[in-house]
């Protein structure tokens, strides 16, 4: 089955930064690449996602990127802000996963006023 | 567009009791709901795939028995946990997709502590 590494488990920026944080994943087949926000006792929220025909996506200050040779996806923050501090997911579903997420271990985002 | 939502929101009950929490998609209908269960600090852990009208499908490792769940339309999940033990307190989260794209819109969680 599909297995979804993340890094790094904590990040801590000032205001103002950039934050990066980057997913890899083991099935070729993989083709939807979503990224969620979780704040302390909420349920996860879509921010961002990709699919595999396409290489980058971009909404305001969020971006993702996909590299498919390397399996890899990454979430681009630009200038955070305090309220960007959450716990950052990405997933991905597998070409044969029936619509299941596979989640990364999450990133722990912490944006310094 | 895209609204689930859970009830109840937080519960605590004695051990033994049953809880029901409901997940339901406000504004479109969900081919496909999925419940998880986050540990503190963790990662979210699938349970079980529910499509409406079908039996739900466990994960390796998840007590069907214990872990109840009823799809009745397309707009409502309900997961009930039976006789509830202190190892059963945790935070549920249900999610509801359009298997067509294969989004996930995720409810806002119910926090279950077993006394």
């Known amino acids: 089955g599909e297995n979804v590494e993340q890094h790094p488990s904590t990040l801590s920026v000032q205001e103002g930064d950039s934050a990066v944080i980057k997913c890899t994943y083991s099935?070729?087949?993989?083709?939807?690449f979503p990224w969620y926000k979780q704040e302390l006792g909420k349920g996860p929220q879509l921010i961002i996602d990709?699919?595999?025909?396409?290489g980058e996506k971009k909404d305001q200050r969020i971006a993702v990127t996909l590299n498919k040779t390397a399996k890899h996806f990454s979430l681009h923050i630009t200038e955070t802000q305090p309220e960007d501090s959450a716990v950052y997911f990405c997933?991905?579903?597998?070409?044969?996963?029936?619509?299941?997420?596979?989640f990364g271990q999450g990133t722990i985002l912490t944006v310094h006023p | 567009g895209a609204v689930v939502s859970q009830h109840p929101s937080r519960v605590i009950c004695k051990s033994g009791t049953s809880v029901k929490i409901e997940c339901r998609s406000l504004?479109?209908?969900?081919?496909?709901m999925f419940w998880y269960r986050q540990f503190p600090k963790k990662s979210l852990m699938l349970m079980a795939t529910?499509?409406?009208?079908?039996?739900?499908?466990?994960e390796q490792g998840v007590e069907k028995d214990k872990f109840l769940i009823n799809h009745a339309s397309l707009t409502l999940s309900t997961l009930t946990v039976t006789s509830a033990h202190p190892e059963d307190s945790s935070f549920y989260i249900c999610?509801?997709?359009?298997?067509?794209?294969?989004?996930?819109?995720f409810g806002p969680g119910t926090r279950l502590t077993v006394l």
């Open positions: 997933a991905a579903v597998g070409g044969t996963s029936y619509g299941k997420l596979t």
């Open positions: 099935d070729s087949a993989s083709n939807y």
């Open positions: 999610s509801a997709s359009l298997r067509s794209n294969n989004e996930q819109f």
């Open positions: 529910s499509n409406e009208g079908s039996k739900a499908t466990y």
């Open positions: 504004d479109f209908q969900a081919t496909t």
């Open positions: 990709i699919r595999s025909n396409v």
